[in-house]
């Protein structure tokens, strides 16, 4: 069992920033993954971005590529999402999640823990 704690959400003000941190414990030597991954009132949870165990593979979504970067320090078992420029369209809870599988998926269903979820509030 993996147990993941995310934090660092809040309210930020539109073109703001802010850091959310993911914390895994448990079982880690399990974990080859992790990612993020957001859901915004009435919609679907979406890929934000996934990076490998040791930090060397990452991708992002797309249209966040550039505003949001995912790293990790291989000393703590913790996962960061810097998320610059903020827009109310960012506004979310921003879930950690993190999987077995060797793969980056954007599919949140070859994901195997997930944290509780942080949220982050953007006023203009």
């Known amino acids: 069992q993996v147990i993941l704690v995310e934090s660092g959400g809040g309210l930020v003000q539109a073109g703001g920033s802010l850091r959310l941190s993911c914390s895994a414990s448990g079982s880690i030597f399990s974990i080859n993954a992790m990612a993020w991954f957001r859901q915004a009132p009435g919609k679907e949870r979406e890929f934000v971005a996934a990076?490998?165990?040791?930090?060397?593979?990452?991708t992002y979504a797309d249209s966040l590529k550039g505003r949001f970067t995912i790293f990790r320090y291989n000393a703590k078992n913790t996962v960061y999402l810097q998320m610059n420029s903020l827009s109310a369209e960012d506004a979310a809870a921003y879930y950690c999640?993190?999987?077995?599988?060797?793969?980056?998926?954007?599919?949140?269903?070859?994901?195997?823990?997930w944290g509780q979820g942080t949220q982050v509030t953007v006023s203009s």
């Open positions: 999640a993190a999987g077995r599988n060797w793969r980056l998926s954007r599919d949140r269903s070859e994901y195997d823990f």
């Open positions: 990076i490998s165990w040791n930090g060397v593979a990452i």
